[in-house]
């Protein structure tokens, strides 16, 4: 089976449509049209760069730790964004979110995630436990404080964001947690993890984030795809933490990992039975990271562009990847990481958007995907006696029209039998 022909049957449905009249009397041999609205699958990136545009911010806005575009720029990049997006991650990193003790940036995010939600993009927040962002001015607190401050920020994020953000990662990166230092001190956080221990963190995050939001879903994240992160998850599932989804991350600047470890990592994971979310993916369009760079953090360029031949390397890349997680029925979401070149993690040219604002060849080849291969196009069919047709498609929202009345619907494999009524 071809990765195209994977995707295909594990991410299409079929179903008997019945449209009826206002009257309940089904709608027999009429032409009816019917329109993809939305993907189920949550094809995610980064929001960063719209917090100041949702802000009406004029100039260079106040960022957030990892950037972000000027307004300016990202009027240039927002159709760019919502033509393939349906998923933004927003950042809640504690050091950048509330650098003053008491004095956190609030309201400020409360806009951005309306700003999607008025386009139709669910919003995900990252992360609310993560050592390597600690704000410095907790670390003045005892142990025991600490441990108090963390709890009421997971209530306080959770509780005012509800609504807007109702899916979260829980805790980022808890594999090195307990031994991660900033600068030869140890933050506060790992100060928390190394004297409670891994699990009780975990246990910690996801229990008061859940009482502050019952219909949250929370995510498991890490980078390290290791043996150990498969022990830190069993351990964590014997202990009856409720985890909604595994996070993993690949972030690619060493170039691409292929078809078989790609593959090999979802299975090793999908083995819990949980929703996978590929949380964070890159792949570079210029030089490659030299490989025996451990730690990408430790490889700093001054200068790293894009280039043509590697533009094509990407866009190859992209289409291969996105195949491959696609092919696999546990992945449930995948979100890469920044739409743009400009402000980039490491400055690494992995944007699907030069700094300049044009669109790569990735950015065409992923939406030649999405919106594409993988999209229903307004098709035109014809009921039959019953009212009945056949429809087959991706699964996500749908609408449906005869003349000027118009449903919506829902297609998928757990979705009910499909019925519309027309008004």
């Not at 100039?59 to 000027?70: K, L």
């Not at 939600?117 to 962002?133: M, N």
């Not at 008061?208 to 498969?230: G, K, Q, V």
């Not at 470890?261 to 369009?285: D, K, N, Q």
Request: hydrophobic residues 40%; aromatic residues 8%.
């Amino acid at each position: 089976m071809t990765p195209a022909t994977a995707v295909d049957a594990v991410r299409r449905s079929e179903a008997m449509l019945t449209v009826r009249s206002a009257d309940g009397s089904p709608c027999a041999d009429v032409d009816v049209l019917v329109e993809q609205v939305r993907h189920d699958f949550a094809f995610g990136n980064i929001g960063f760069d719209f917090v100041g545009l949702a802000n009406h911010e004029r100039g260079d806005s106040r960022g957030n730790v990892f950037g972000g575009a000027d307004p300016e720029a990202a009027e240039r990049l927002e159709q760019l964004w919502l033509d393939v997006f349906n998923t933004a991650t927003l950042p809640f990193y504690w050091a950048g979110f509330e650098p003053v003790d008491g004095q956190p940036d609030t309201r400020r995010l409360q806009k951005a995630a309306a700003w999607f939600h008025d386009r139709g993009v669910s919003v995900k927040g990252h992360p609310l436990v993560w050592h390597t962002l600690a704000p410095d001015w907790l670390r003045e607190y005892p142990d025991r404080e600490v441990e108090e401050i963390v709890r009421a920020r997971i209530r306080r994020e959770v509780t005012s964001f509800a609504g807007l953000v109702d899916t979260w990662d829980a805790i980022n990166e808890v594999v090195i947690m307990p031994v991660f230092a900033n600068e030869d001190r140890q933050n506060a956080v790992t100060r928390l993890c190394r004297r409670i221990g891994r699990i009780p963190t975990i246990r910690l995050a996801f229990e008061e984030a859940r009482r502050a939001n019952p219909a949250t879903t929370l995510i498991l994240n890490d980078f390290n795809l290791s043996t150990a992160y498969e022990c830190l998850i069993e351990g964590v599932l014997e202990a009856g933490v409720q985890v909604d989804a595994i996070g993993l991350q690949s972030h690619m600047h060493q170039g691409y990992w292929g078809e078989e470890r790609t593959l090999e990592v979802l299975e090793r994971f999908a083995r819990y039975g949980l929703p996978l979310h590929w949380t964070e993916t890159t792949l570079v369009s210029g030089d490659l990271m030299p490989p025996e760079i451990v730690d990408l953090n430790d490889h700093q360029a001054d200068e790293w562009p894009s280039t043509a031949d590697g533009e094509e390397r990407q866009a190859d890349d992209v289409v291969r990847h996105y195949r491959t997680l696609l092919s696999h029925p546990s992945v449930q979401a995948v979100t890469y990481w920044g739409i743009t070149d400009r402000g980039a993690w490491l400055g690494a040219p992995a944007g699907l958007v030069r700094a300049d604002g044009s669109p790569k060849p990735a950015y065409d080849a992923l939406r030649g995907l999405v919106k594409g291969e993988w999209w229903l196009a307004p098709t035109r069919l014809r009921t039959d006696g019953e009212g009945r047709v056949p429809v087959r498609g991706w699964a996500g929202d749908y609408s449906l029209s005869v003349g000027d009345s118009v449903a919506s619907w829902t297609l998928g494999q757990d979705a009910p039998t499909p019925e519309v009524t027309l008004a």
